[in-house]
Each structure stands twice: as structure tokens, then as C-alpha cells.
């Protein structure tokens, strides 16, 4: 159990970029979950996928979001032409959706800022 | 939906001494409770969780925390804090069926002071 991977760890863009996040969850788990840390203020679900299906969006994903998880394995999350309140540190998540397990499982984040 | 009210943003205390973290939850259906440490630049680890059944749960690195259904409170204790529980902690719950996604408090800051 590697536990769950992020990468890049740091990223910095000039407004109007698109930018790319990969997230490698803890192998056999199916539930995969993005949130948002904004300075000062706990993470703020994102979305989340159950194996490679995208079940649930958070009004927080505006357009310019989109995430993936072709193969139920890894996922990316997207955010096109980025705005300087894009800036935060996105997390990933993950578990396994079995009865008795309930625990989700962090990632270190990946931190963005756009200039 | 749920809520969650994390009442002191930050929290001096002195090594050795003990602390007491508060927390409150709204919510209208059933919910787990959480707590989680965030050290700097790092990611979210699990404290404790409160599922069912005793209302007292203990967690890792001596913490522990008590599940009060009447005041929707779940506060988060230590009988003796030491350097390294300088940290960010964060008070959470999810509903129980559907997608489980954690809803976190504006955390805690607790420092502890030599």
C-alpha cells in the first residue's frame, strides 16, 4: 500500500492556461474523490467517482472543470483557461466502498497558483 | 446537507498541558464523524472516526474524542499535547448512504508552545 499519489505537488500558471492534475489512488479502491482547500478554510468536495463513473458534482465545478477516471484507476482533473481564484490546493482522495470501510484516504495535494 | 462549526480557529497551549478541540454538526440525516491532521504542505490524516456504538472513540498519537448526540458535538481531546502536535485539525462528517463526501469545518489551528 503506497498510499495515494499526486502529482505535480506545485504548480504555477499564468491566468488564462490550462493546467492538468493527476491523482493515483490507493490500488483496489473504487471510490475516488477531488476537493478544494482555499487558504484558512477546510477542503470543499469537488466530485467524486465510483470505479470509472463521475456520480456526483459539486456546484463548485464550474465549466471550466473537468475531471476523469478513464479506467477506474487514475484520474485528472482539468481546469481550462484558469482564473487567480483558481489558486488552491486540490487533494485526492480515495476508498474502497465495501460495508465496514468508511475511511478516505488523502493524498498530499497538489497546490496551484495563477499569476 | 450537512455543516460543520469548528468554534476556536486558533488554539495556543502549552507542552504538556491538555487541549480540547471543539466541533459542532448539522445535519439532517444520519452522519459519521471525523477528525483529521493536516501538517504543512502535507496532506489530511485520519485522527479518529465515530461510525456507531461507544460514544468515546480514541484515535492515533493519544487523541481522542466524544460523540454527543443532544448537542451534535464531537470534540476532540488530549490529556497531554507535546511539540509535535502542532497542526491543522479538521472536524468532518459524511452522511452515511450515497456519495459518503466528506463536509470539513474552517479547521484549528494548535500550537504548542515549549
Known amino acids: 500500500d503506497t498510499g495515494v499519489s499526486q502529482d505535480p505537488r506545485h504548480k504555477i500558471t499564468k491566468r488564462g492556461q490550462n493546467v492538468t492534475f493527476r491523482c493515483d489512488p490507493i490500488s483496489e479502491h473504487n471510490r475516488l474523490y477531488w476537493y478544494r482547500q482555499t487558504l484558512g478554510q477546510g477542503p470543499e468536495f469537488l466530485t467524486y467517482f465510483q470505479n470509472e463513473a463521475q456520480l456526483e458534482k459539486s456546484r463548485l465545478l464550474s465549466d471550466r472543470f473537468s475531471a476523469e477516471r478513464p479506467k477506474g484507476s487514475f484520474s485528472t482533473l482539468e481546469i481550462q483557461r484558469t482564473e487567480q481564484g483558481d489558486s488552491a490546493m486540490y487533494l485526492c482522495a480515495s476508498r474502497l466502498d465495501a460495508r465496514g470501510t468508511d475511511t478516505q484516504y488523502f493524498g498530499p495535494g497538489t497546490r496551484l497558483t495563477v499569476l | 446537507a450537512q455543516s460543520v462549526t469548528q468554534l476556536d480557529s486558533q488554539v495556543p497551549v502549552f507542552e504538556e498541558a491538555p487541549v480540547e478541540l471543539r466541533c459542532n454538526y448539522s445535519?439532517?440525516?444520519?452522519?459519521?464523524l471525523f477528525w483529521y491532521v493536516q501538517y504543512p504542505n502535507q496532506g489530511l490524516q485520519l485522527l479518529l472516526k465515530?461510525?456507531?456504538?461507544?460514544?468515546l472513540v480514541k484515535g492515533i498519537n493519544g487523541f481522542e474524542a466524544e460523540f454527543n448526540k443532544s448537542q451534535t458535538s464531537f470534540h476532540l481531546r488530549k490529556p497531554s499535547v507535546h511539540i509535535s502536535d502542532t497542526a491543522e485539525y479538521f472536524c468532518a462528517v459524511s452522511d452515511q448512504t450515497g456519495a459518503n463526501n466528506l463536509f470539513f469545518g474552517t479547521g484549528t489551528r494548535l500550537t504548542v508552545i515549549p
Open positions: 445535519s439532517s440525516v444520519s452522519v459519521y
Open positions: 465515530y461510525l456507531s456504538g461507544s460514544t
